[in-house]
């Protein structure tokens, strides 16, 4: 089914709200997943709601915690998610970063107990938006397999990274160090589509193309050794900067029984925010998007264009919502008076 | 024909000094080059050395100049490396993020006007090894294609990132974001093997596995989109940090005619270095080596084990090296005395 952008955050902001997440939270929390949505990421997206209410219910979550923080030193900001939302205790942490970073030029935040962040892009482009460089990167649960190796050991440990460019547009790379998500292979699983060669690994170790039987095994790192070197980096960074654990031990963003234990770290790099640098990117950025394309109908792209149109045009026209998700979301509201106009709880 | 690492170290010293490189900058610049030979990268080895000694003799390389630096901001350093020696410029800002970062928690240096860096395994490690993380940056020459795209857009922009151990073996990544290096291609070309396909492009944009094609076409960048987006940004990076040129403006670490004008971001990022937190990562990464490998005779591997192993190797046995290139390296000696303990010119 279409829903609407409008439609789509009252829903998520009202559950919230219902749940004791104060309005400013629980529209941090809603833009998050709803922005996904816009960009075509459902596995980012409203799916995610549910699992984050029973959480909040259950105390797992914390609805109205917006994280502890301190200066371990000048340039390095210490925080304890508290169990808060995720986007709720890292915005938190930007705001602090956005601050320091104009006497220290670059800052840094390692953030512990913090729920799911959602889609890292959300973050690094907020901070790209005020001229500077924003790196994100997050720690998972154990899914990838070591490049050579078949059980999951590692999280799918992404990195989003943005850089300021003219005109608005920052450059936006966003980037699990998986070669597909687990939220895929549960897909074709449940509408019976092959996996990929190379992609998937079962619990006995062996390479399948069966996404069912792959659902309990291991996914392959991006890129193959190179992939694997990177997740493997990031998943020390996290490690050692926020004092979480390792993929193995982490718990808390799949399922909604276990405290949330894995760690997040951003990075802002001031930059000179010259217009002449943005207009220096801008143009480099045009001409490899005007360079020969492989395919003639397939002009090149930039990272972040794909996202940026898929926005727009979801904007116009909504964007598709499985009926089902729908459905639950609907029944999950306390009030089912359903009206877009009710005063803030 | 082998050599040993004390032959290779005395020769690029001395061939250094003879071009007027002080004593301990030559030991620098030597030792770049000699540990990527100890590792099995020939690549960034001694065959750099030619072309470096060429540039000192034109005037592209200042053999003494040691950088100019100023603090753009608390924890941000500005380098001018003034047409010195990649490795030597690229240390003294090492030496002042390690002193700053003390206080600051995070620091990052941005360098223009350096010579090639050579390795970049080699500078992260040097920080790991202080009890901090260490992550280096660089651009390059425009060699890579986009993905999706033909032409050479994008440099190999090479990553390294260090994270302290315990037993004083750090996590070492050191990737270039290309599939493959152009050297590798010209070393195809040469002994007439083909490519693998994906690896390239020709000049006229068709994919190609003919080696000697490839070497005026593109390479790919790895891991498709994912590594092209990588890529991508730390091309965008860098320019926005050190003010430096985009890859198809990029001249002087491939040839002997043109001023260097690529750029290169070190970041240092203080860990709480604690005894636990080292064990903690040694662990988890042992924990890695141990998990079931996908072929019973390849025991999964930690990025870094290989080239540490090779290290051993070729410390006790010494190493390969192309005869015609070490004679070259020999005729290049003002005095062919050849003594191993001439005093220092």
Chains 1, 2 share one sequence.
């Not at 959602?118 to 994100?136: F, H, K, S």
Request: charged letters at 25%.
């Amino acid at each position: 089914m279409r829903v609407t952008e409008p439609e789509a955050r009252d829903l998520a902001v009202r559950l919230l709200r219902q749940r004791g997440v104060p309005d400013r939270a629980a529209s941090i929390q809603a833009d998050v997943l709803v922005e996904a949505e816009l960009r075509g990421h459902p596995s980012h997206g409203l799916q995610r709601l549910p699992r984050l209410l029973l959480r909040i219910e259950r105390g797992l979550a914390d609805p109205v915690a917006e994280g502890a923080f301190s200066w371990r030193s000048d340039a390095v900001l210490d925080g304890d998610g508290c169990k808060g939302l995720g986007p709720v205790v890292a915005f938190a942490a930007i705001d602090r970063l956005l601050e320091r970073v104009e006497r220290t030029g670059v800052a840094v935040a390692a953030i512990r107990n913090a729920q799911h962040l959602g889609m890292l892009a959300r973050y690094v482009e907020a901070i790209a938006t005020t001229g500077r460089i924003g790196i994100a990167m997050s720690s998972s649960e154990a899914l990838v397999h070591p490049h050579g190796g078949t059980r999951r050991m590692l999280g799918t440990n992404p990195i989003a990274i943005a850089v300021p460019s003219a005109g608005g547009t920052p450059l936006v790379v966003d980037l699990a160090t998986s070669e597909v998500s687990m939220g895929k292979v549960h897909h074709h699983a449940s509408v019976g589509k092959p996996l990929q060669p190379g992609w998937a690994m079962d619990a006995d170790g062996r390479p399948t193309t069966d996404a069912a039987r792959a659902r309990d095994g291991a996914i392959a790192p991006f890129g193959q050794a190179k992939g694997y070197a990177l997740g493997l980096a990031i998943e020390l960074i996290v490690a050692a900067l926020a004092g979480t654990p390792f993929a193995p031990q982490i718990r808390g963003t799949l399922d909604a029984d276990a405290d949330c234990n894995k760690g997040d770290v951003f990075l802002v790099l001031d930059t000179d925010q010259s217009p002449d640098l943005a207009a220096r990117i801008a143009d480099y950025l045009d001409l490899v998007r005007a360079s020969p394309p492989e395919r003639a109908d397939r002009p090149v792209g930039v990272p972040g264009d794909g996202a940026r149109a898929r926005r727009s045009a979801s904007l116009a026209n909504g964007f598709e919502v499985d009926p089902q998700l729908w459905a639950t979301l609907t029944d999950l509201q306390h009030d089912q008076t359903n009206s877009r106009r009710e005063t803030p709880s």
